[in-house]
């Protein structure tokens, strides 16, 4: 892992990509039943009718509303061996209620070949599943082993706003137990794409016509931050100009743990994702490993905070060229 620190910014601008509002109903008149957020019909609306829900096999998977203007989500609702195939909204609660998960969210599946990949349909962001947040929502997770991956093909719109940012956070800062500069509370963020990575074989020239993936070794699946038992993603690819979504006006905190020797979980994590994703106005606080590391890819950065971090606030890895 490379460890130059980073003293000096470098801000480069990017278009802004449009946000689609999905295919999932956040508010039917249901009621939420068993512990596994299955949802039977009951004919009126609901507290759980603020939680984000979406359906599976002709049943509706939805949060539970916990009394307290909050929304819960077990490994049910999604999880490792569970991930999300669908687009799903996130919305924010009314009077600050929180998202809480109690698991760990994966948005898309990941591949380990060209074969996989080519069969599922997967070849570029927006291929997958999307996960939208709406302005002003917070996500809190229950423990470091509990965090989000933005698989390959799959896309994050979380398009904060300066009065209404999203947060990523622990139940611990939910619930006040945890101090400013506390880190390993929850897991942090891993987004993973098709941009380029030194790691793999390529001919011809970065960023010319006619750069490709070396037909002799055409496979690109590296193992992404984090990737151990059941939490296993690859990135990788030579889509340079790939999207995984929009990140704008996000915050993170109290994220990290060390997953193998080597192997930390950052604040995010950025493997392989393209020039055409939207990161603006992120802010991240303390985090057991680095603020934000790019393994490869082309992705650019536009205004950064980064406070109270154990190792790099910005860690640069396998050529990335943002």
């Not at 506390?182 to 098709?194: A, E, L």
């Not at 990575?197 to 016509?209: D, L, T, V």
Request: proline content about 3%.
């Amino acid at each position: 892992m490379n460890r130059t620190k980073l003293v000096t910014l470098v801000f480069s601008g990017v278009l802004l990509a449009a946000c689609d509002s999905g295919d999932i109903n956040i508010s039917p008149s249901t009621n939420v039943t068993d512990s596994n957020n299955v949802v039977n019909n009951g004919g009126g609306t609901t507290a759980s009718d603020n939680c984000a829900s979406y359906v599976r096999d002709g049943q509706t998977i939805q949060g539970a509303a916990d009394g307290n203007g909050n929304c819960t989500y077990g490994s049910a609702f999604v999880g490792p061996k569970n991930n999300l195939t669908v687009d799903l909204i996130i919305p924010a609660l009314p009077d600050g209620g929180v998202h809480i998960f109690t698991s760990s969210l994966f948005v898309g599946e990941t591949y380990r070949s060209n074969a996989d990949l080519q069969a599922a349909g997967i070849a570029q962001g927006g291929d997958g599943p999307t996960l939208t947040i709406e302005a002003g929502a917070t996500l809190a997770f229950q423990t470091n082993k509990d965090f989000v991956i933005i698989n390959r093909g799959s896309r994050i719109l979380a398009n904060g706003t300066a009065d209404a940012p999203i947060t990523f956070t622990s139940v611990s800062d939910i619930n006040g137990t945890v101090g400013p500069e506390d880190v390993q509370q929850c897991g942090g963020i891993v987004i993973n794409g098709f941009g380029v990575s030194n790691k793999c074989a390529y001919i011809g020239n970065r960023g010319e016509a006619g750069f490709m993936l070396d037909p002799a070794n055409p496979e690109c699946h590296i193992e992404a931050e984090g990737s151990a038992g059941d939490d296993e993603s690859q990135y990788g690819g030579d889509n340079d100009a790939d999207d995984s979504g929009i990140m704008r006006y996000v915050i993170v905190k109290h994220t990290g743990a060390e997953v193998a020797n080597g192997d930390e979980l950052n604040g995010i994590s950025f493997g392989g994702v393209g020039s055409s994703t939207v990161i603006e106005n992120l802010q991240v606080y303390s985090t057991f490993d680095d603020g934000i590391e790019m393994f490869g890819g082309s992705v650019s950065f536009t205004n950064l905070v980064a406070l109270y971090v154990r190792d790099d606030s910005i860690d640069i890895d396998e050529g990335w060229n943002g």
